[in-house]
């Protein structure tokens, strides 16, 4: 029995259990948009790639599944370009597919056909980034990729990839036998662990050492394993510490939970990972940013530290530090496996009171040393005040979407975070524009949890459409943006080094300006508010929450620098010898 591509290609993704799709339309690919009308899958429609490839991003992240992105060929393409990147450099699983020309037209440059340097060639464009990208040359060769690209996005070091089919083939009609016999092969592979052996070595080094600490990623959120290193933390009783992306990964109220190393970390908390004996490492790449540019004075010194580092990826161990011990391995099967052998080796755990005490100690000095701005009533808004007052309306488990700029910087120190994966950011990437259309994605994956996207203007700004799916969808995300009428980060650099802000204040007849994201936020048929005194901001997140539609706050923020203890080398590179950093505007 025959069938077209474009119909078993649904039906195989009913099989899979996905339940939406994220992308565009385009002439390549209404043919799916077509079986899709009678399907169980749910198409989320936007009027603009980037955000649809965000969405899937947040809805990846927050499902912990496979998300789907639908694309049209060469602009559509590149347009989503942006945002597939950001989830391969965040290693979030994706399977991009895209519509091509018609194979019987190759080379003879159809309507938008990338062929500068090779007749149909725009799944190209895609190489340096996803795992794979797939051009499918025949009907019959159409099952065995699409399976391959579920496989080979979810398995190892998760990522996207990307199938692109030429619009004839889609359809065109395949014996169903090809897709059938795709039913008797696993969806879910076996994840690698590590033996007793291994596992016995690593507790021994860390019940030995005399100052060890964890240092965690982004990965523990990948492999679901945040259960297990608390576990592991609250038996071994050693501190943590995490880069931007593992936040979260223990609850930021945990009596052995650090915060964020590097550039934007404490002297505090930097000062514990320098001083460490043994460094124990999961799931993460040692970021520039998190790592201080990797240069030893500031928060790591390898050696004298001593690393022991697991990963999915063999790529990441010692990549940047040496390793005394390091193994590759899924987190979650690997902390399972050290928790077992942890309790042989120790049955009663350990304590470590004195510098539980410690962290208690720091915890208070830092947020008294935020309390001026926390209670300041100044208009335009000081950020640490509307993050403060952000937490105390929030719910424990509401999930928070960040951009780039003050709100990442500042929710990484500052913002307390208590389940893991509930704190979305852009990180490898740094993609400015991921945080707004992210929290859609993550609310259609989570519709139960509160959702709120913490954007600068400039962020916000990108991409502004997808408030248009917002409405169509009634996808009930609150998004504060936080005004300083500038790309703020960049401004306060440029300022502190060169003297000037040009191209990074946004003006208008020599005046601050910014359009009314509250009154463009009605333009399109949602909720919006525009605050204009720092009381009013508190009792309109609560409305807004409340009110369970689309929202935005448009909310007026001073532009103050994060605190940096840390390094960042690009600051040498502006000023050399001269230890300028950012400046307030």
Known sequence: MNDLISHQLVKYLENRGVEHIFGLCGHTNIAVLTALECSSIKFVNVRHEQISAH??????????ETSVLLSHLGPGLTNAATGVANAALDSIPMVVIAGDVPSHYYGKHPHQEVNLHADASQYEIYRPFVKRAWRV??????????????????????????????????????????????????????????????ARHIIQTLLDAKNPLFYVGGGIMLADAAEELRALVDHLEIPVAHSLMGKGAVSDDHPLTLGMTGFWGTKFINDQCKEADYIFALGTRFAEADSSSWESEYTFNFPP??????????????????????????????????????????????????????????????????QQYIQDNCYPMQPQRILE?????????????????????????????????????????????????????????????????????????????LLATAAEENIPVVWVVMNNYAFGTIAGLQKAHYGTTLGTVFQRNGEAYSPDFASVAKAYGVEGIKIEAAEEFKPALEKAIA????????VAMLNNPVPTAGHWNIMDIYSPDKKVHHVSL
Do not use: C
């Open 305 to 370: 530290t001593k690393l022991i580092q697991i990963d999915i990826d063999p790529s990441e161990i010692g990549r940047n530090y040496p390793v005394e011990i390091g193994a590759v391995a899924d987190l979650k099967q690997a902390l399972t496996v050290l928790n077992r052998v942890a309790k042989e080796m120790v049955p009663n755990g350990l304590k470590n009171e004195a510098l539980k005490q410690e962290i208690v100690r720091y915890r208070q000095e830092f947020k008294q040393s935020n």
């Open 137 to 198: 040359e025949r009907p019959d060769l159409f099952p065995e990729i699409i399976e391959k690209a579920f496989q080979l996005a979810e398995s190892g070091n998760p990522g996207p990839v990307l199938v692109s089919v030429p619009m004839d083939i889609f359809s065109k009609e395949v014996d169903v036998s090809l897709f059938e016999r795709l039913k008797h092969h696993t969806k879910s592979l076996q994840k690698p662990s590590i033996d007793d052996e291994t």
């Open 389 to 465: 007052e952000v937490r105390e309306v929030l719910p424990r488990d509401a999930y928070i979407t960040t951009d780039v700029g003050w709100n990442k910087n500042g929710v990484g120190q500052q913002f307390p975070i208590y389940e893991a994966g509930t704190i979305l950011t852009p990180g490898g990437y740094a993609t400015m524009g991921f945080g707004a259309p992210a929290a859609l994605g993550v609310k259609i994956a989570q519709p139960d949890r509160v959702v709120v996207s913490l954007v600068g203007d400039g962020g916000f700004g990108q991409n502004p459409a």
């Open 547 to 554: 009110s369970n539609k689309p929202f935005v706050i448009d």
């Open 55 to 64: 969405m899937a991003d947040g809805y990846a992240r927050a499902k912990k």
